[in-house]
């Protein structure tokens, strides 16, 4: 490291977040610089500026992908392509609360230079309110990288999701380590952060620490519980009955007591997503067609599923039903989700994908019609949005375990 002699580098900074944005330009250039390569940081006085320069030997970075590096989400070969895209995204941001900015100078093949410049501002005390207002105007942004940063990756919608909640950044990546192989697993740090992300995300299976600040463990199941039907299993020291009776009743399903065995926690993540999964196929076999008929109609279905969420996705569903061109993207934005974020929420309250949500619905009007209405068969699959008659017929069979002509034939029989 070099440093330039004679010169004044005190400044008012928030330090941990300036150490944040050296951490991760430094920890860049160790991944990919190669044995034998070489790793320089040099800290300079510019006028009323202060340069902090990390320069490396590594790969290099394509000019075509230097202009969007610092976009959140992006992800290239050459930076970290496992990770999140969010550490330089991050960086940028933490950098420019202090008014300054961040810039990178790369070859491929030769190596990156990655250069913070930061003003000098003397410690005073309106000074640091300056710095405070600056962190305030950015702490959306932050909140919302910090957040998806925890995430590392959005869960896949056929993986089994685990939440972790625990405010010790160890205990996080133990059971991340443990439980990855297996399942998506998502982070939160505090109670407040697991609850916004169990609300977005709708894992199979929460596992809560107890004793957390702000939002405890306790509170964090209770309102999770008030939610979502999700999991809940808590982690705990203490072994009293009181406190574990505490628990129960504010819905936790089950209590793993520190320390535990690695494989105990898995097995036990296991047990109790496969005994969700068995509850909503013994719901299924029975609850499948009163589901599907009560949204048609849109009156308060079973088992939990009149929620606002729900029949916001039943109206667009039940308005666009002659349009077989909508699909489950177009869905997932009007209700203002991603695609994924749409399939675990409507498979946690209904057992059923969004595309067969959609086809029992078509299904569940075309029957109707096939007995109130004058028009072909042929005429009814276009009405309710299948593009081919034998298609639309053959999913009807599957449906209600009988054609659509023999349906009409036994209505002509009763008039």
Do not use: W
């Not at 005390?125 to 710095?131: E, G, L, P, R």
């Not at 443990?178 to 299976?205: C, M, N």
């Amino acid at each position: 490291m070099t440093i330039e002699t004679g010169q004044d580098y005190h400044t008012a900074l928030d330090l941990d977040k300036i150490e944040r944005v050296y951490f991760n330009i430094l920890s860049n250039a160790f991944k990919f610089t190669p044995a034998n390569g070489s790793i320089d940081v040099n800290l300079s006085r510019k006028g009323d500026s202060i340069c902090l320069a990390v320069k490396d030997t590594g790969v290099g970075i394509p000019q075509e992908e230097i202009s969007q590096i610092f976009d959140r989400f992006f992800k290239t070969d050459h930076i970290n392509p496992t990770g999140s895209g969010i550490g330089l995204a991050l960086s940028k941001v933490f950098v420019e609360m202090h008014q300054g900015t961040i810039a990178v100078e790369s070859q491929p093949g030769k190596g990156s230079t990655f250069t913070v410049t930061l003003p000098v501002k003397q410690t005073q005390a309106d000074t640091a309110a300056d710095i405070q207002a600056s962190v305030s105007v950015a702490e959306a942004d932050v909140d919302e990288l910090k957040e998806v940063e925890a995430l590392e990756t959005e869960p896949h919608e056929n993986a089994p999701t685990i939440l972790i909640i625990d405010d010790n950044p160890d205990i996080r990546v133990l059971i991340k380590s443990i439980l990855s192989p297996k399942f998506t697993v998502l982070q939160a740090s505090s109670g407040a952060q697991g609850i916004r992300l169990a609300t977005k995300y709708i894992p199979d299976l929460i596992i809560c620490d107890v004793m957390m600040p702000g939002i405890d463990g306790y509170e964090t199941c209770r309102r999770l519980k008030a939610e979502e039907a999700t999991p809940v299993l808590l982690l705990t020291a203490c072994s009293l009955d009181e406190q574990r009776t505490l628990g129960y009743q504010c819905g936790v399903d089950a209590y793993m007591s520190k320390p535990f065995d690695s494989e105990m926690l898995s097995a036990r993540c296991d047990s109790l997503i496969e005994n969700r999964k068995r509850i909503y196929s013994s719901m299924g076999n029975t609850a499948a067609e009163p589901v599907a008929e009560a949204a048609s109609q849109k009156s308060v279905p079973v088992h939990d599923i009149d929620n606002e969420f729900y029949q916001r996705f039943v109206a667009i569903v039940n308005d666009e039903i002659g349009n077989a061109d909508l699909s489950v993207e177009e869905l997932a934005q009007r209700l203002g989700l991603s695609r994924v974020q749409m399939y675990r929420k409507l498979k946690a309250l209904t057992n059923y994908s969004p595309a067969e949500l959609i086809r029992n619905l078509r299904l569940r009007r075309a029957a109707q019609m096939l007995k109130n209405s004058e028009m072909t068969v042929s005429e009814i699959s276009y009405s309710v949005g299948f593009t081919s008659p034998s298609y639309f017929a053959k999913c009807y069979r599957e449906y209600f375990n009988e054609t659509p002509s023999e349906v009409q034939a036994r209505t002509s029989k009763m008039e």
